[in-house]
Nanobody, 124 residues
């Protein structure tokens, strides 16, 4: 099991940027596919971005604005979020899944380890 702690959330105006971090402990992240999901009030938790050895993949709603990256030496995954929109407002969660393919899964139920989440609020 890997323990995940997100940070970097906050309040930002539309058009602004934030960088979320997900620090892992207990296991080395190089063994895992990593994903970022988000959940807005009253909505299901949805896939945002994922990274595996084949590279990153993104939800259509964030493609071209968000970038996922990982630093295995620091055991940390990042989500750089640019050109933020009010509809990006949500709690953002980091998730881990033992590596199983070329690209990270977009399915929430495939991920076994989750962080506690960090709030991102984008004002208009």
């Amino acid at each position: 099991q890997v323990q995940l702690v997100e940070s970097g959330g906050g309040l930002v105006q539309a058009g602004g940027s934030l960088r979320l971090s997900c620090a892992a402990s207990g296991r080395t992240l190089s063994m895992y596919d990593m994903g970022w999901f988000r959940q807005a009030p009253g909505k299901d938790r949805e896939f945002v971005a994922g990274v595996s050895w084949g590279g990153g993949r993104y939800a259509d709603s964030v493609k071209g604005r968000f970038t996922i990256s990982r630093d295995n030496a620091k055991n940390t995954v990042y989500l750089q979020m640019n050109s933020l929109k009010p509809e990006d407002t949500a709690v953002y969660y980091c998730a881990a899944r033992l590596r199983s393919g070329m690209f990270a899964s977009i399915q929430r139920d495939d991920y076994k380890d989750w962080g506690q989440g960090t709030q991102v609020t984008v004002s208009s």
